[in-house]
């Protein structure tokens, strides 16, 4: 602690901060001539605590990195007997991340919107429950739930966690795409595309968090974003959805900001264009694009749903400890142009 002069510390008595107010100013650390002294503002506490200070608790003491050196890498990247649950896991990208979690070792629980599709035997979802219990020795469970129905989903998340004993992570993989020009979007629209992919992403990591946190357990969060959360994408005209995807990247900071202390991770995963049945609709109304799309990235071509396989399991396992408030976009160098 460095000494200050005579009139700088008179100067900092007159101003001296109270207690209930946050110091915007950093802490004096050396001596000042008056004519440089820095000046002190201070804001009440009411007006800006929620906003700029996540929290008041002390941190946990942290413990020091140590390598489990009985494991070798690709251990790390193991979910043994991990319980993850899957937003959007009813198909597309959701289910086949949903089958790499399996194949990584763990549990899955599903929440989809869709009309349970494991009372269809010829569903890929029905395929992928086959695979993991007769293959995998493991299991996928589903639950018909809109992510934007915020009792439905904490009931449900409750219960798999009483069930269960644990809940080790999430995917957040729901989502809906509208193409629609912004000067044309009804308010219905935009509200909707915003509740699904913002609210609803929000409210089921929430209902994770809340069960991890009343637990002591630790985890890990993707949350689905896209490129499109970066970059306009040229010729696709969908205002609502960049938006929403903007606002998972930057909800994924601030969960992680927040959840931190409690050993929770949160990070984004923000793929390119994928061949699933959310794109292919637009291929149908659009073929000029199954060209035009390939042709605005570095590989020249589109991207399938296993692409993003690797780095699912990478974010929720061990093997990224020290990730967290981070996107990891993958979209062939798309946004690198
Ligand atoms: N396909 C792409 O090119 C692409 C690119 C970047 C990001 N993404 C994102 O990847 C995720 C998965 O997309 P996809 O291409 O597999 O689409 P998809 O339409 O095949 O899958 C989306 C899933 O979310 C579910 N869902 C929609 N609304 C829901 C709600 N209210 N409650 C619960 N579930 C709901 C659907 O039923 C469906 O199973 C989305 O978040 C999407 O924005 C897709």
Redesign the pocket.
Known sequence: MTRLTTKASAALRTTIVPKSSFRLTPRLTTTFPQSQQPRLTTIPLTQTRSLHQTSARPLPASEPFKLDRTKRLPEFFSLQDKVILI??????????QAEAVLEAGARVHV????PDPSTDPDSPFSAVAKRATEELGTAITYHR?????QQALNEVVQEIAKKEGRMDGLI??????QETPALEYSREDADKML???VT??FMTAQAVARVMIENGWTGSMVL?????GTVANRGLICPA?NA??AA?LQLGRNLAAEWGEHGIRVNTL??????????AGLFEAFPERRTAWPDANMLKR??Y?EEYRGAAIFLLSDASSFMTGADLRIDGGHCAW
Request: proline share 4%; aromatic share 4%; glycine share 20%.
């Open positions: 937003s959007g896991g009813g198909r597309g990208v959701g289910l086949t929440v989809d919107v869709l739930v809109d992510v934007r129905d957040a993989a729901a989502g809906i795409q509740g699904v992919n609803g992403v689905i974003g896209s490129m499109s959805y929403s995807k998972v923000s793929p390119g264009y994928i061949v699933t049945a959310m794109t589109l991207s749903p």
